[in-house]
């Protein structure tokens, strides 16, 4: 047992959990004996706050996320690396630290799909209570808990991690890399995620309730709220720091590890799209760290930052808060939409067997959108009583971002032109985003439109808008991800037929729940409320009633997924006949992806061009290319 | 943070050979570790870009004076402390110099001389907390100056944990003229850390 | 019929958006407008469906057009398409018209906004005050007075200039019909225009998150000829100088030297309270708490006065805790307070 205890892995982690609960405790009580503030030892607020700091740093050092760098910094010799800690050889390996990029990648996509599962039940909750006006099941501050932690979760946990777990597993394949750039920052990246995700889970059992101002938490309401906001607040600084991490890892990675003859303009545009990502994440995320951080010290130690009534009554301001929130948030937006369009080339490329249309232009419109997205954040604030000039500037480049965004849109749609379009799962949920991602768009530059806005600001307008780009947009290429690069991940081939039944259900159920709420907005209905007047009975009916179709539709993917896995036909290695590298090793790939580091010769999508070849191996079995690879060698993950 | 603690201590001799076969291919000049953590500072100016914000607006954009009325910034000891933390970057980068051409006393010496110089600015920086007369929660005005003062003076307290490391490591004969690039990039994070003290100090105390 | 593709999908995309603008066009989704500012915005949105239908419907017709003539058929399992890599024109196309469209949307809605918050001279001041979740006005009176109602009463086709401002957290202001809305900002005072053109009774909405209660912080908005303003103005101040000045509303108010409680407290309730509680007496319809008339029945002049002093120690059935204001002790002189406990316990009985 003590054995066990001394080993980094789960029984450690527990133990230094519960260590760094108790070490809070002392800390705290310390803290105020040393202040003299009468009881000391129970004052339950500030021990949890300081609590939730350190339970997830204790837990992430006893599974072992640090010890190589405890070693090294105590200058002690470190362990010869014998790659223990490297690839997955039983599903045990998938939890615990492992540096693959490949399991990192797994692990990531498992878990925040958990954590859209939890996400979308608390969605289901709020449906059923919007389904009549009147208050049926929650009193107002759970409902007002759900869609926080529903917004929080799927944000922070389910579509930003999910993409870098894609990315994770794909994009060192796609450059020729035997894995990422820094394989322990990457496990301790994704370790993070768990504890984030379970901090804002968690909230709902906080006194008083989960967070329940929005995931925006505005402050002064998110100062003034009861003990569930500090989960948000905390629990988004190891989601932050976690992206933060990885962007870097990415950056790194794309840089300095490119396969010989990997140009940058020879990188497949999936790489392209995570290189701009990573740009964002790393100039961004910091803002929304520093926006919580504000928060905490004004609820733990009493700054005022936001408190706008100490003496003069104009000391703390409110709006900075908006301003801190949005220019982190704004690109965050695209920080979840940028690597679906890479998803999205790679898929809509190689299904109509055709070379991706306009690819330079393609590769710099990501780089205009990260480069505008960071002058736009305010057309969030068009009624918040900021500056009222500061609107128009930031209404102008808001609308010309639709620019670069409609460059990609016609280059796909001109990329399937006159091609041999394979409709399949992973095809129709690209085809589909096109569609739904476009209505998205354009009521966004609807809302950029200033005097509209005005109008249907914290309106359902904005929660359509939302759910268009963020469902029908970021989860529609995830799911086109997940069955593109399914086979290459397990080894397995999904059901075809299964996938179809799910992209249809999810396409027509989607349109019927998230549609009508434009009408809702338009009709004045506001956003964020427990109960409505009567007049919008109808559609919320409605809306309800579809939106619980949609969540059974999830069931049929879930379903999908796991019954392959255990049970799926072998797949080859390379069974959409694609060009780009990590096609071109067995599936799944060897644990240290090349036996060889492969030599690039051309680009990426040469499809119809007679005898192109992207990337060329020492082993001439698999110098050629699009014949469809041998049955997968190494051990298939059952 | 954790970004922090990883990035700045991936770099030891033979980092690049702990994944197995095959070796990566180079593709850039630049070198991982150092890139890494040139974008690792990027995001640290963000941060505190972020507490620049807040400042700007509780200072301009809602024209508070400042510092908030009936209190007074100690800008002489500041200054002295300023230059205490650059003189650190100076010995710091004698240091590195000394262990390229192989000086191992003047290594230690540098090493040694730098984190005591740190130590010291952190020692008056928490002392003048004490006797600054004001409290974070008095007012906007002290919220920002206790905000940005002390983000700084955590990233110094970090820079100065990983300088301990390094020092200790000197003196146990770590690090040679060769591999000497645990010293070099915990470096660039200290030289980081000065240079935004200068920023901090000349917005917050001078101007 | 073997006709270009091209030629085929200009059709069926012409007919489809002319399908769908006549439907964004011919149903009115908006609710009734009743201000000078909502017919600008209206139009503005019309436009913009003349604008983005066609773009969407072009992006569609393309995709169905791909999927139905491009779909690979039995036996081109290994065929490729041809390799076209781009064409310059065509690209230079998408940019440049897109950009000149949004630039032009930008110009017109810049006039718009131009329009909408164009400065009158003849304007009436209106102070919004949101609270922990209740709206009240404040309308300036002359000899420094001022007038504080929990419903809005504005004249038909006069200026308004409302000035907002927060008590605890950020609210919004926000009435639909007026299609106007702006954040109430604590610490700082936000302005909106509206120009009511329509007599009728129309909601009052909070539209930003801030708490509990932000589902049911709402009032009503009457817009009433000039002339029944002028009498109500009349009536309202007669009231308040019955009741002591009460009409101060918040601290100002309670110079009640010899006003007698009773009058006192109904002019504070129907001023402060009538927004949540219905009570037949006091002429009030709020719904959000329980209508006084009934669920005080028996109740002692102490209970009553810790209800209001501090609402949540004891929870009515059937309502929820933190949605009454608690800061009534504060915002409400001693006198408001006797007075309000004064009367309710006479009409409670
Ligand atoms: C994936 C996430 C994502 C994406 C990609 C976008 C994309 C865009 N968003 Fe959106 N947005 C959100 C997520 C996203 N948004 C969220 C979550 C909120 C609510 C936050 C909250 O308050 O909770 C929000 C809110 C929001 C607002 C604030 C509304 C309010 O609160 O009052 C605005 C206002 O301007 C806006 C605008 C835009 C615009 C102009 C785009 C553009 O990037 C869209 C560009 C794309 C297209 C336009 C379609 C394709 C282009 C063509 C086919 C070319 C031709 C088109 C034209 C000429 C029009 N969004
Ligand atoms: C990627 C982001 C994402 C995703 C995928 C979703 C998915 C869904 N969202 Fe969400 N939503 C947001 C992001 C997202 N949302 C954001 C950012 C907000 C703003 C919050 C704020 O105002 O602060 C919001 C707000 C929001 C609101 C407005 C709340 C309010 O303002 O009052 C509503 C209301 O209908 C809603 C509904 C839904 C529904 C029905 C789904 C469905 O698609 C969910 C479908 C998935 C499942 C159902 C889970 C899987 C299925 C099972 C677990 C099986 C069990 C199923 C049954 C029992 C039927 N969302
Ligand atoms: Cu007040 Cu919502
Ligand atoms: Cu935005």
């Not at chain 3, 000899?143 to 000035?163: I, N, Q, S």
């Not at chain 3, 202001?173 to 604590?186: C, E, G």
């Not at chain 3, 009058?263 to 504070?268: D, K, N, P, V, Y």
Request: hydrophobic share 50%.
């Amino acid at each position: 047992m003590t054995a066990k205890l001394r080993v980094a892995g789960w029984y450690r982690a527990a133990l230094f959990l519960l260590l760094a609960i108790g070490f809070a405790y002392l800390l705290v009580g310390v803290g105020r004996v040393a202040m003299h503030y009468d009881d000391p030892w129970s004052d339950g607020y500030a021990i949890t706050t300081v609590g939730l700091i350190a339970a997830p740093l204790g837990f992430l050092i006893g599974l072992g996320c640090f010890d190589y760098w405890f070693y090294w910094a105590s200058g002690r010799p470190t362990r010869p690396e014998d790659h223990s800690s490297h690839g997955a050889h039983s599903w045990k390996d998938y939890f615990r630290v492992n540096t693959d990029h490949k399991v990192i990648g797994i692990q990531y996509i498992c878990s925040s799909f958990f954590f859209l599962f939890v996400g979308g039940l608390l969605a289901m909750l709020m449906r059923a209570e919007l389904a009549q006006p009147g208050m049926q099941f929650v009193d107002t501050a759970t409902f007002n808990g759900l869609f926080s932690v529903h917004a929080a979760l799927l944000i922070f946990l389910f579509v930003i991690p999910v993409f870098a777990g894609i990315a994770n597993y794909v994009l060192p394949l796609m450059i020729g890399a035997p894995d990422m750039a820094f394989p322990r920052l990457n496990a301790l990246s994704f370790w993070m995620l768990p504890c984030a995700g379970l901090l804002l889970s968690a909230s709902f059992f906080a006194p008083g309730g989960a967070f329940a101002s929005g995931w925006t938490a505005y402050a002064p309401l998110s100062t003034d709220m009861p003990l569930g906001q500090v989960f948000f607040t905390i629990g988004v600084q190891f989601a932050g720091a976690s992206s933060i991490a990885t962007a870097l890892n990415f950056l790194v990675t794309i840089i300095t590890m490119r396969a010989p003859g990997m140009s940058f303009f020879r990188m497949p545009l999936l790489v392209w799209a995570n290189f701009s990502t990573s740009l964002l994440v790393v100039i961004a995320t910091p803002f929304i760290a520093a926006s919580q951080f504000f928060v905490l010290l004004d609820r733990a130690l009493g700054f005022n930052f936001f408190d706008a009534f100490v003496g003069a009554g104009k000391d703390g301001s409110v709006l900075m808060y908006q301003h801190v929130f949005w220019f982190y948030s704004h690109p965050a937006v695209y920080i979840m939409m940028l690597p679906g369009f890479g998803i999205v080339s790679e898929i809509i490329s190689v299904k109509s067997r055709k070379p991706i249309f306009g690819y330079r232009m393609m590769a710099f419109s990501l780089l205009a959108i990260v480069v505008l997205g960071f002058t736009v954040w305010a057309h969030h604030m068009f009624v918040s009583g900021m500056q009222s000039w500061i609107r128009i500037p930031m209404m102008i480049t808001t609308a010309i971002i639709a620019v670069p965004t409609g460059i990609k849109i016609f280059s796909w749609l001109a990329t399937l032109w006159r091609g041999v379009l394979h409709l399949d799962t992973p095809m129709l949920f690209a085809l589909g985003f096109l569609t739904t991602f476009t209505l998205g768009g354009i009521s966004g530059v609807m809302l950029a439109m200033i005097p509209f806005d005005i109008y249907v600001s914290d309106t359902y307008f904005i929660v359509a808008h939302i759910h268009y780009v963020l469902f029908g947009g970021s989860l529609f290429t995830i799911f086109a991800g997940i069955y593109y690069w399914y086979p290459k991940m397990t080894g397995r081939m999904y059901d075809e037929r299964l996938g179809k039944i799910h992209f249809w259900c999810t396409f027509v159920f989607f349109n019927v729940t998230f549609a009508p709420m434009h009408l809702l907005g338009l009709d004045g209905m506001p956003r964020r409320v427990a109960d409505y007047a009567a007049q919008y009975e109808p559609l919320n009916l409605m809306i309800s009633i579809a939106s619980f179709f949609l969540g059974l539709s999830m069931l049929i993917f879930l379903y999908n997924m796991v019954a392959s896995w255990r049970g799926g036909p072998k797949a080859a290695a390379n069974p959409w006949r694609a060009l780009t590298l990590e096609w071109q090793v067995s599936s799944p790939p060897p644990i240290f992806n090349f036996d060889a580091v492969p030599t690039v010769v051309g680009g990426p999508y040469e499809y119809g061009v007679p005898g192109a070849v992207h990337g060329i191996f020492q082993s001439p079995a698999e110098a050629k290319p699009t014949h469809a690879g041998s049955v997968a060698t190494s051990p298939t993950r059952e | 943070m954790e970004a922090a603690s990883a990035s700045t201590s991936l770099h030891h001799p033979g980092e690049a050979d702990h994944h197995g076969p095959p070796e990566a291919h180079r593709s850039s000049r630049v070198d991982p570790q150092l890139l890494g953590m040139l974008l690792f500072i990027i995001s640290e100016i963000m941060v505190f870009g972020a507490f620049f914000t807040a400042y700007f607006f509780i200072r301009v954009v809602d024209g508070n004076p400042w510092p908030a009325a009936g209190t007074e910034l100690p800008k002489a000891i500041a200054g002295v402390n300023a230059g205490i933390l650059l003189s650190s970057s100076i010995t710091l980068h004698w240091a590195l110099e000394s262990i390229r051409r192989g000086n191992r006393a003047a290594f230690k010496a540098g090493m040694l001389s730098t984190f005591l110089l740190g130590s010291t600015f952190l020692f008056i920086q928490i002392n003048e907390y004490v006797h600054i007369g004001f409290a974070p929660y008095n007012s906007a005005q002290a919220s920002i100056f206790y905000g940005l003062t002390g983000l700084h003076g955590a990233h110094v307290a970090i820079g100065l944990m990983i300088l301990l490391i390094v020092t200790v490591r000197a003196f146990r004969g770590h690090y040679s003229p060769e591999a000497h690039r645990g010293v070099e990039i915990p470096g660039i994070y200290w030289h980081f850390v000065d240079l935004m003290w200068i920023v901090v100090y000349s917005t917050v105390y001078l101007l | 019929m073997r006709r270009h593709p091209v030629a085929q999908m200009v059709v069926v995309g012409a007919i489809a958006s002319a399908i769908g603008i006549a439907i964004g066009l011919s149903i009115d989704w908006f609710p009734a407008s009743a201000a000078k500012q909502a017919a600008p915005i209206d139009t503005l949105y019309d436009v913009l469906m003349i604008v983005s239908v066609p773009i969407f419907v072009l992006v569609t017709t393309v995709i169905l057009f791909a999927a139905w003539r491009f779909r690979m058929r039995p036996g081109q399992e290994q065929q490729d398409g041809p390799p076209i890599h781009g064409n310059t024109r065509l690209e230079v196309v998408w940019t440049a018209v897109p950009a000149i469209m949004l630039v032009s949307l930008c110009s017109y809605a810049y006039a718009v906004l131009h329009d909408i918050e164009k400065k009158h001279s003849d304007q009436l001041v209106v102070n919004v005050t949101g609270q922990q979740f209740a709206w009240s006005f404040r309308y300036a009176q002359p000899g420094g007075r001022t007038l504080m109602t929990t419903d809005l009463v504005l004249p038909k086709d006069r200026p308004v200039l409302f000035k907002v401002h927060a008590e605890d957290v950020i609210h919004d202001f926000w009435v639909p019909a007026f299609r106007v809305k702006i954040d109430a900002v604590p610490g700082i005072t936000t302005e909106v225009r509206a120009t009511p053109d329509r007599l009728g009774t129309y909601p009052v909405v909070c539209a930003e998150l801030c708490g509990l209660g932000h589902s049911v912080m709402r009032t009503r908005a009457r817009v009433v000829t000039p002339a029944a303003y002028i009498s109500w103005l009349r009536d309202q101040n007669t009231a308040a100088a019955g009741g002591g000045a009460a009409a101060g509303g918040g601290a100002a108010g309670g110079g009640a030297a010899g006003g007698d409680p009773v009058a006192l407290g109904r002019s504070t309730f129907t001023s402060n309270c009538g927004s949540c509680h219905t009570l037949a007496d006091a002429g009030t319809t709020g719904t959000v708490g329980p209508n006084l008339g009934t669920s005080l029945r028996g109740q002692s002049a102490d209970e009553i006065r810790e209800d209001i002093l501090d609402p949540d120690k004891t929870i009515t059935p059937g309502f929820q805790p933190g949605v009454m204001p608690s800061g009534f002790g504060d915002t409400l002189s001693a006198q408001q307070i006797d007075g309000l406990v004064a009367y309710l316990t006479s009409v409670s009985r």
